[in-house]
């Protein structure tokens, strides 16, 4: 048996969702982007819903909305993909790394304020693997000091905070979510930001399309008209209908989805509490997690991932920390010793499959093959 890391759940109904979108012969931006906006916000429970071709997207041009400019800085966890830190980059600004909390993998709030100089604009808290960061504690600090927050919620639909889903948080400024192909909700490659501010959402979805002044997509329709403006120095960061009409069926489903990693997240659970060689993951109890990821903490992490792949499990890490990559560590100066915690996470972190559509005689076999090769 060989179980892969992630597999994407599709079925009949997402293919024949797409066809549909094909044959009505908008394969670019047209209404089910639209219609895709109208439900994501319903869903999640927020005012504004901004399509985007990537979560990369979403947080670039929610930079942008906030006016973020050269020399700004903005602090991040250093536990993250490395879009989190590029995005900053794109406006000459500065990526401000944070180390994060042993149990969670989530930024250390306890060490933002340390970091806060009068170039301070910004905090992006992390939801890593879909756990909710501390967003209360983040939300006074940034009241103190009148930063804005940006979450980067890429692994983290559907999650909640307090009995609230992320992306409808009302400290937040703009939240932003990755439907790329291992995401909890998948259109292959696509995104979305939310937000209660109409003035941010109209940015986003000017500088989405070229900064054109209105919807340019409707230029085509028999409502529309041949004549735009330019109001901005906007990007291509539309989605399609094709990514969408993917999007509609997926976030009908999100909930069942989410149970079913819960489900395979309690087998794990209960298969590892034992042993003494496995950490198993740490939720707190006042947040529901999206289960994007299942990472356990183990010795040897390098060799354990070898020997599961020999054994036909499939596995990942995340994340190699921002700090240890040589672009932004020559480019930064960033020093290992500045993130003790990340450090040693990272050495030991090692992400299982949890992916909707495995069964049980999947999940047994990952299981016995993790306790074969890292031991009881």
């Not at 394969?27 to 219609?35: A, D, H, I, K, N």
């Not at 995401?183 to 937000?195: P, V």
């Not at 094709?242 to 659970?269: P, T």
């Not at 909707?356 to 306790?371: G, L, Q, T």
């Amino acid at each position: 048996m060989q179980i892969p890391f992630h597999k994407t759940h599709t079925t009949e109904e997402e293919i024949n969702s797409m066809i549909e979108a094909i044959k009505s012969g908008w394969l670019t931006m047209g209404p089910r982007t639209v219609e895709f906006e109208n439900k994501f916000k319903e869903y999640i429970g927020s005012n504004e819903a901004v399509s985007m071709n990537s979560a990369t997207a979403a947080l670039h041009l929610a930079l942008k909305a906030i006016g973020l400019g050269r020399g700004d800085e903005v602090i991040i966890p250093t536990n993250t993909f490395v879009a989190t830190a590029e995005v900053v980059t794109y406006f000459d600004a500065y990526p401000v790394l944070c180390d994060i909390e042993e149990d969670t993998y989530n930024i250390d709030v306890s060490k933002i304020e340390s970091l806060i100089t009068n170039k301070t604009r910004a905090i992006i808290p992390v939801h890593f693997s879909g756990q909710p960061c501390d967003m209360d504690e983040i939300y006074a600090i940034a009241q103190k000091y009148n930063l804005k927050v940006i979450e980067d919620a890429a692994h983290a639909i559907p999650s909640s905070y307090k009995g609230t889903k992320i992306g409808s948080l009302s400290g937040t400024d703009i939240t932003c979510f990755s439907f790329y192909a291992t995401k909890t909700l998948s259109t292959g490659e696509g995104g979305m930001a939310t937000t209660s501010n109409s003035t941010y959402a109209k940015n986003m979805k000017i500088n989405r399309l070229h900064g054109i002044s209105r919807d340019a997509w409707d230029r085509y329709t028999t409502k529309g008209s041949w004549y735009y403006e330019v109001v901005d120095n906007g990007c291509k960061y539309n989605t399609t209908d094709i990514n969408a009409s993917l999007g509609l069926v997926q976030l009908k489903k999100q909930n069942m989805l989410r149970d079913k990693r819960a489900e395979i997240a309690k087998k794990y659970n209960r298969a590892f509490e034992n042993c003494i060689n496995i950490k198993t993951p740490f939720i707190k109890n006042d947040r529901e997690t999206s289960w994007h990821l299942y990472v356990i903490n183990i010795e040897n992490r390098d060799e354990v991932i070898e020997k599961l792949k020999e054994n036909g499990v499939g596995c990942s890490v995340h994340f190699i920390p921002i700090h240890k990559h040589p672009y932004y560590k020559n480019k930064y100066e960033f020093k290992d010793e500045d993130y003790p915690v990340a450090n040693k996470v990272f050495q030991c972190s090692l992400s299982l499959p949890i992916y909707p559509d495995m069964n049980d005689e999947e999940v047994d076999f990952v299981i016995a093959k993790v306790k074969k090769v890292v031991g009881e």
